[in-house]
T-cell receptor
């Protein structure tokens, strides 16, 4: 059974700092990996999706990497802003469409 | 414009009283999903539809059922809600299996 772990559970940084969020998964036979953002009391917003054949994806200040063999992904946020404060979740999908989420990292960016 | 719409945003029901949550989409996606998310936990997939084909997760309680009368709508029925069913329920859609999923804002269910 696929297990997805995100460390740390919570992170607080000053504005302007670059940061890395970590995601690890136990079964490397994945179809894709997706990073989401969740604001309090809201649904999930997709940030980046990496197919199993890809190594990384970039969108603006965000860069996500994938190392299937080691079962790891990172989300890099450059020049963090208070508006980046949210919970970030990673989710892996197998070809059976079985999507498993991590519990998320709660990020606080202080002005 | 919202593409995955969940109603209501907040739902309160009594212990044991059936409740239905609704989800609609304007994306014309083939796949619709229901997730349960408890406080500070990962969303947990309950079931999904590919078109009219229903796929239930093995550990989804029998108390939870779903209907998809057409492409645009999908419903989550909880037959006899217990206190442990209080959670945020998230609906999502995707064009195909493995495509990016688009989420609604969720319905927060409280049980009295």
């Amino acid at each position: 059974k696929q297990e997805v772990t995100q460390i740390p559970a919570a992170l607080s940084v000053p504005e302007g700092e670059n940061l890395v969020l970590n995601c690890s998964f136990t079964d490397s036979a994945i179809y894709n990996l997706q990073w989401f953002r969740q604001d309090p009391g809201k649904g999930l917003t997709s940030l980046l999706l990496i197919q199993s054949s890809q190594r990384e994806q970039t969108s603006g200040r965000l860069n996500a990497s994938l190392d299937k063999s080691s079962g790891r992904s990172t989300l890099y946020i450059a020049a963090s802003q208070p508006g980046d404060s949210a919970t970030y979740l990673c989710a892996v999908t197998r070809e059976t469409n079985d999507m498993r989420f991590g519990a998320g990292t709660r990020l606080t960016v202080k002005p | 414009d919202a593409m995955v719409i969940q109603n209501p945003r907040y739902q309160v029901t009594q212990f044991g009283k059936p409740v239905t949550l609704s989800c609609s989409q304007t994306l014309n996606h083939n796949v619709m999903y229901w997730y349960q998310q408890k406080s500070s936990q990962a969303p947990k997939l309950l079931f999904h539809y590919y078109d009219k084909d229903f796929n239930n997760e093995a550990d989804t309680p029998d108390n939870f059922q779903s209907r998809r009368p057409n492409t645009s709508f999908c419903f989550l029925d909880i037959r006899s809600p217990g206190l442990g069913d209080a959670a945020m329920y998230l609906c999502a859609t995707s064009r195909e299996t493995g495509s990016p999923q688009h989420f609604g804002d969720g319905t927060r269910l409280s049980i009295l």
